[in-house]
């Protein structure tokens, strides 16, 4: 059967329409890239953004760098041997916080000071002091949470603020909800071995990536929830094998959270990824993937079924909420994932041996 003239100029008009949409449809997605950052031996643990230009990355060494331009160019602004920087976290681009793992863990660190706050945009830091602060050894995460307050009939936003602690032990935390002008501690030694993350979604409700013991051929894999500011926890995931830690956790919504959960038992190879889609009451178990070199580390998510997990040797990433992941190239051992938002833009970036960004929009 042949065609009209009608027919082959309505298909003409069509064609290249059908080819862009073709090639839309086949256009590569966005790929992580590397960026120039100063090298450094082994992994370096986190990074923080008040916006997708402007942020910071610490290390082991002391050393904390600033970038206006979305990690594009490095400047270093402050340096402290001895200090290992294990957490970051800036409210704005003048005011941060910066938490130290601690003596007695790593070889070379020195610094007994936990915590400290800076009001210049990270050129000088001041050690942060609290009532009780001795029982905090060391810090591994740091949250940060906006809220809205009345003050004299105007609405004004303060940050609720939360450090934890630490690897290895001993669990301690600390809390200030005037935007760290005022501090106390909190000695969680009843409650878990060691902390490795920090949550919270009120001043009241918050979560902890733990373990049950500070000795890891004791430990199992915890996270606990709090419902009254920190003053008692209660597991809501405990993994079922000794030799585990829950090391970092993402939430996308309050509803929907991931954590990593990290094994050193011999002969491991299967990795899993605990998601909760009930606000943190309860938690399951999904697999990652089985390789015993791919431990885990950082976790990050863009929404409820786009993100990724770092690990020794590589990165994974997951389109439908964890059921399947596919590995990506985004550095090895990612231990922080941070997505950023602002202007109309969205990017992403991720801390290990190197420091990589990803735009997503």
Same mark, same amino acid.
């Given at each position: 059967?042949?065609?009209?003239?009608?027919?082959?100029?309505?298909?003409?008009?069509?064609?290249?329409?059908?080819?862009?949409?073709?090639?839309?449809?086949?256009?590569?997605?966005?790929? @992580?890239?590397?960026?120039?950052?100063?090298?450094? &031996?082994?992994?370096?643990?986190?990074?923080?953004?008040?916006?997708?230009? $402007?942020? @910071?990355?610490?290390?082991?060494?002391?050393?904390?760098?600033?970038?206006?331009?979305?990690? =594009?160019?490095? /400047?270093?602004?402050?340096?402290?041997?001895?200090?290992?920087?294990?957490?970051?976290?800036?409210?704005?681009? =003048?005011?941060?916080?910066?938490?130290?793992?601690?003596?007695?863990?790593?070889?070379?660190?020195?610094?007994?000071?936990?915590?400290?706050?800076?009001?210049? #945009?990270?050129?000088?830091?001041?050690?942060?002091?609290?009532?009780?602060?001795?029982?905090?050894?060391?810090?591994?995460?740091?949250?940060?949470?906006?809220?809205?307050?009345?003050?004299?009939? /105007?609405?004004?936003?303060?940050?609720?603020?939360?450090?934890?602690?630490?690897?290895?032990? %001993?669990?301690?935390?600390? &809390?200030?909800?005037? #935007?760290?002008?005022? @501090?106390?501690?909190?000695?969680?030694?009843?409650?878990?071995?060691?902390?490795?993350?920090?949550?919270?979604?009120?001043?009241? /409700?918050?979560?902890?990536?733990?373990?049950?013991?500070?000795?890891? +051929?004791?430990?199992?894999?915890?996270? $606990?929830?709090?419902?009254?500011?920190?003053? !008692?926890?209660?597991?809501?995931? &405990?993994? !079922?094998?000794?030799?585990?830690?829950?090391?970092?956790?993402?939430? %996308?919504?309050?509803? *929907?959270?991931? +954590?990593? *959960?990290?094994?050193?038992?011999?002969?491991?190879?299967?990795?899993?990824?605990?998601?909760?889609?009930?606000?943190?009451?309860? @938690?399951?178990?999904? %697999?990652?993937?089985?390789?015993?070199?791919?431990?885990?580390?950082?976790?990050?998510?863009?929404?409820?079924?786009?993100?990724?997990?770092? !690990?020794?040797?590589?990165?994974?990433?997951?389109?439908?909420?964890?059921?399947?992941?596919?590995?990506? /190239?985004?550095? &090895?051992?990612?231990?922080?994932?941070?997505? *950023?938002?602002?202007?109309?833009?969205?990017?992403?970036?991720?801390?290990?041996?190197?420091?990589?960004? $990803?735009?997503?929009?």
């Amino acid at each position: 059967m042949g065609f009209n003239r009608r027919e082959i100029l309505a298909a003409a008009a069509i064609a290249p329409l059908a080819l862009q949409e073709a090639g839309a449809a086949e256009a590569p997605a966005p790929a @992580w890239r590397k960026l120039a950052s100063e090298p450094f &031996r082994g992994k370096q643990d986190d990074i923080s953004f008040v916006s997708p230009d $402007l942020g @910071w990355y610490g290390n082991g060494q002391g050393k904390l760098y600033r970038t206006a331009d979305g990690g =594009e160019t490095w /400047e270093k602004v402050w340096e402290q041997p001895g200090t290992f920087i294990r957490a970051l976290g800036f409210v704005s681009a =003048e005011v941060g916080f910066l938490g130290n793992v601690g003596t007695g863990y790593y070889p070379g660190v020195t610094d007994t000071k936990p915590l400290y706050v800076t009001r210049d #945009g990270g050129r000088s830091w001041t050690a942060v002091e609290a009532q009780g602060i001795e029982a905090v050894a060391g810090i591994c995460g740091i949250d940060i949470l906006p809220r809205q307050t009345i003050y004299q009939g /105007e609405t004004r936003t303060t940050h609720v603020i939360h450090a934890a602690g630490r690897v290895g032990g %001993p669990a301690a935390m600390l &809390r200030s909800t005037d #935007g760290g002008e005022s @501090w106390s501690a909190l000695d969680l030694s009843a409650f878990a071995g060691m902390i490795l993350d920090v949550k919270f979604h009120s001043a009241e /409700e918050g979560f902890l990536c733990a373990a049950s013991s500070s000795d890891l +051929a004791q430990a199992n894999a915890l996270i $606990l929830r709090t419902q009254n500011g920190g003053q !008692t926890w209660d597991p809501v995931y &405990r993994s !079922t094998r000794l030799r585990e830690n829950c090391w970092k956790m993402s939430w %996308p919504t309050r509803e *929907v959270g991931y +954590a990593t *959960v990290q094994s050193y038992a011999e002969g491991a190879t299967d990795r899993v990824v605990v998601k909760t889609t009930d606000g943190g009451k309860t @938690w399951r178990e999904l %697999p990652l993937v089985s390789d015993a070199k791919a431990q885990e580390f950082g976790v990050g998510f863009v929404d409820e079924q786009r993100g990724w997990v770092g !690990t020794a040797v590589s990165g994974f990433e997951t389109r439908d909420g964890g059921k399947s992941w596919a590995p990506v /190239e985004m550095g &090895r051992a990612v231990n922080k994932v941070r997505v *950023v938002r602002g202007g109309g833009r969205t990017r992403a970036f991720a801390i290990g041996v190197d420091v990589h960004r $990803l735009d997503l929009a």
